[in-house]
Structures are given as C-alpha cells and as structure tokens.
C-alpha cells in the first residue's frame, strides 16, 4: 500500500522558506553578505521626482557630484557640483 505523502512538500515549504529568511537577516547582521562598497566609483545618492515622468539624480562619480534630469524626451546631465 502507497502512503500519501503529499502534504511534505507544502510544510517543509512553509518551514524552509521563514528558515531561509531568518539566516539571511542574520547573516546580514553579521556582516557577512553585504556587498562591498569600498571599491563603488559610480553611486546614486539621491532621487527627486519633479512630476509623474521626470526626476532629477544626484550621482556620485568619482568623488565628484553630477545633476541629472530623466524622464523628459532626452535625458540631460545638468552638470557638475562644485567640490566642498
């Protein structure tokens, strides 16, 4: 006689993927997965939308700063900031 084991995948699913969850945020915590930032030239700091299609970025390049507009019919690099 065939047993109906049928219900073993849905409960390892809902026990493996909390599991899996749970040691990611502590492997995170720990430090162990975050990716490396030191070694990052190109960094996107900050985003304001200007309406529903267009946005001006803050980008790091560089240890430099650049203002560009998306969104429009073209995208447009408004320029560099002056260094502090």
């Given at each position: 006689?065939?047993?109906d084991i049928t219900w073993i995948t849905?409960?390892?699913?809902?026990t493996?993927?909390?599991?899996?969850a749970?040691?990611?945020r502590y492997l995170r915590g720990r430090g162990l997965l975050t990716p490396p930032?030191?070694?990052r030239v190109l960094r996107l700091e900050?985003?304001?939308a200007l309406d529903p299609r267009r946005r001006l970025h803050l980008v790091t390049c560089g240890g430099r700063r650049l203002?560009?507009?998306t969104g429009g019919p073209q995208d447009i690099s408004i320029g560099?900031?002056?260094?502090?």
């Open positions: 006689m065939i047993h849905p409960v390892l699913a809902v493996a993927i909390p599991l899996a749970v040691l990611v930032t030191a070694s900050e985003t304001v203002i560009v507009l560099w900031l002056p260094e502090a």
